[in-house]
């Protein structure tokens, strides 16, 4: 699957596992997200490295 990754303060979209579901989780699709406020802010103030999506929708 694809996802926003910000990497060593750099944003990328890059191929990274498909997660399983464990008990009481579900995998949506998503088809559509965004990049918000707080996530532009991590690129400058935050971690190293993370997954961004906080902003989508989907199936």
């Not at 303060?9 to 949506?28: F, H, K, M, N, Y």
Request: charged share 25%; net charge negative; glycine share 12%.
């Amino acid at each position: 699957m694809r996802a926003a990754v910000m990497k060593n303060w750099s944003l990328r979209v890059d191929d990274i596992p498909e997660p399983t579901p464990g008990g009481g989780q579900v995998l949506a699709k998503v088809l559509a997200c965004g990049i918000c406020g707080s996530d532009l802010h991590l690129l400058v103030h935050g971690e190293e490295s993370r997954r961004l999506s906080q902003e989508l929708a989907g199936d």
